[in-house]
T-cell receptor
Framework: AQSVAQPEDQVNVAEGNPLTVKCTYS??????LFWYVQYPNRGLQFLLK??????LVKGSYGFEAEFNKSQTSFHLKKPSALVSDSALYFC??????????????FGKGTKLSVKP | ETGVTQTPRHLVMGMTNKKSLKCEQH?????MYWYKQSAKKPLELMFV???????ENNSVPSRFSPECPNSSHLFLHLHTLQPEDSALYLC?????????????FGPGTRLTVL
């Protein structure tokens, strides 16, 4: 079955420190991977995506993600966290199952809390 | 943030009421989506429309009835809902369906069913 997992419900980081939000996936074939962020009382906002090419993908607000095929992971990273990065982060993968419409499968989300 | 708008932002309804959620996108996209977001659960895809045609109904109960009159507007008609239907309902749009393009989300409608 196609799936995406975010193993951490919450990640706590001090401002200025690097942050990592983890995501692993299970799909058939080459994956199409996405990261979205949701601030309080807002909809999801697209951060970045991996389709093909360089394993390191750069996105909005200084975020980047590293695609690792052998570990089936797509972790979100930022070198220096800001308090304003505190939000809910969602990893998503395109459904590659035979007969599917290719819609996105979302993880359950990871709450990032950045303290001053 | 104004690319996809949703009204109302908050809705409280009884189980016997009929109400509708509205979504409008100003991005020139061809695909529109309804999602249900409940606390501590993954985002649940409900319906997908591509060029006004429904391409996905993810086993959604018939008390939820979508309508897509054109590529810019999407409605979700609600009737005889249950308390467990209380959630944040998100609308999204993308250039086309199929999972290749990023989706743009509205702010959501917070629905409470009494």
């Amino acid at each position: 079955a196609q799936s995406v997992a975010q193993p951490e419900d919450q990640v706590n980081v001090a401002e200025g420190n690097p942050l990592t939000v983890k995501c692993t996936y299970s799909v058939s074939g080459n994956p199409y991977l996405f990261w979205y962020v949701q601030y309080p009382n807002r909809g999801l906002q697209f951060l970045l995506k991996y389709i093909t090419g360089d394993n390191l993908v750069k996105g909005s607000y200084g975020f980047e993600a590293e695609f690792n095929k052998s570990q089936t992971s797509f972790h979100l990273k930022k070198p220096s966290a800001l308090v304003s990065d505190s939000a809910l982060y969602f990893c998503a993968v395109r459904d590659m199952a035979a007969g599917s419409q290719g819609n996105l499968i979302f993880g359950k989300g990871t709450k990032l809390s950045v303290k001053p | 943030e104004t690319g996809v708008t949703q009204t109302p932002r908050h809705l409280v309804m009884g189980m016997t009421n009929k109400k509708s959620l509205k979504c409008e996108q100003h991005l020139g996209h061809n695909a529109m989506y309804w999602y249900k977001q409940s606390a501590k659960k993954p985002l649940e895809l409900m319906f997908v429309y591509n060029f006004k045609e429904q391409t996905e109904n993810n086993s959604v109960p018939s008390r939820f009835s979508p309508e897509c009159p054109n590529s810019s507007h999407l409605f979700l008609h609600l009737h005889t809902l249950q308390p467990e239907d209380s959630a944040l309902y998100l609308c999204a749009s993308s250039q086309a369906s199929g999972g290749f393009n990023e989706q743009f989300f509205g702010p959501g409608t917070r629905l409470t069913v009494l």
